[in-house]
């Protein structure tokens, strides 16, 4: 079911962003120690090494671009999002959401939300009218999910993710008159599906 999902650019991006950065930062260094005196000797210089080759890994075609560009040819032509809302969506959601232990009282509550509310579109493990949901959370953070289900006009059509999911599923996802609360609960629902489904 992953197949039907293009590559979860964003979320992906993230944490293999990270891993990037951390991973050429460490080899940069221990490459310094081992190779190039004169690479060792300039932290800065492998620093920006290792920017570069974090973002031209990804890109494959962007050798001759510096990395500033790089970054801005993914921004959206129209509105402009901060950081954060790249990462975990826009909408009432404006703080990472803390993930406890499961609350099953919250998921039960959540599971009886999603099959009225999110299943005439929504399968957990295949593509239907919108994307599987089972896995979300693996590429999603608990704040994008929150934030699509409770302002999914916005992120459909504005939000870099919500514009790729667009052009694969037609359909914009309506709002659903959900309240952060319960949109907090079909969270906890979709944790535990992934619990369940290893
Ligand atoms: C009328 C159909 C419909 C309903 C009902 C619906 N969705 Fe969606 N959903 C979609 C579509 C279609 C997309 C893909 C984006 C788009 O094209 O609008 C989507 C996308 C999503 C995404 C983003 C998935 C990703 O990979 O990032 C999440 C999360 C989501 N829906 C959760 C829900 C939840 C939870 C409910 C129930 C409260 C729900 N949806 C109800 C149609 C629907």
Same mark, same amino acid.
């Given at each position: 079911? !992953?197949?039907?999902?293009? &590559?979860? /650019?964003?979320?992906?991006?993230? @944490?293999?962003? @990270?891993?990037?950065?951390?991973?050429?930062?460490?080899?940069?260094?221990? @490459?310094?120690?081992?190779?190039?005196?004169?690479?060792? @000797?300039? =932290?800065?210089?492998?620093?920006t090494?290792?920017l570069?080759?974090?973002?031209? =890994?990804?890109?494959?075609?962007?050798?001759?671009?510096?990395?500033?560009?790089?970054?801005?040819?993914?921004?959206?032509?129209?509105? &402009?999002?901060?950081?954060?809302? =790249?990462?975990?969506?826009?909408?009432?959601?404006?703080?990472?959401?803390?993930?406890?232990?499961?609350?099953? *009282?919250?998921? &039960? /509550?959540?599971?009886?939300?999603?099959?009225? !509310?999110?299943?005439?579109?929504h399968?957990?493990?295949? /593509?239907?009218?919108?994307?599987?949901?089972?896995?979300?959370?693996?590429?999603?953070?608990?704040?994008?999910?929150? +934030?699509?289900?409770? +302002?999914?006009?916005?992120?459909? /059509?504005?939000?870099?993710?919500?514009?790729?999911?667009?052009?694969?599923?037609?359909?914009v996802?309506?709002?659903? !008159?959900?309240? *952060?609360?319960?949109?907090?609960?079909?969270? *906890?629902?979709?944790?535990?599906?992934?619990?369940?489904?290893?």
């Amino acid at each position: 079911m !992953n197949g039907s999902i293009r &590559t979860p /650019r964003f979320g992906g991006r993230t @944490s293999g962003r @990270s891993g990037a950065r951390s991973g050429a930062r460490s080899s940069g260094r221990s @490459s310094g120690r081992s190779s190039g005196l004169a690479r060792g @000797s300039s =932290l800065a210089l492998g620093l920006t090494l290792a920017l570069v080759q974090a973002f031209a =890994l990804p890109g494959c075609g962007g050798e001759d671009r510096p990395a500033g560009q790089a970054a801005g040819d993914d921004a959206p032509s129209g509105p &402009t999002f901060t950081a954060f809302e =790249l990462e975990h969506g826009v909408g009432p959601i404006t703080a990472p959401v803390q993930l406890g232990t499961i609350d099953l *009282e919250k998921a &039960t /509550r959540g599971e009886t939300l999603f099959q009225y !509310n999110c299943e005439a579109c929504h399968m957990l493990e295949d /593509r239907f009218v919108g994307p599987p949901l089972g896995r979300v959370l693996e590429h999603r953070s608990a704040a994008f999910v929150m +934030n699509f289900i409770l +302002n999914p006009e916005q992120m459909v /059509r504005e939000h870099p993710e919500g514009q790729k999911l667009l052009a694969e599923y037609p359909l914009v996802m309506p709002y659903q !008159n959900i309240s *952060e609360d319960e949109a907090r609960a079909l969270v *906890e629902y979709l944790r535990t599906v992934m619990e369940r489904e290893p």
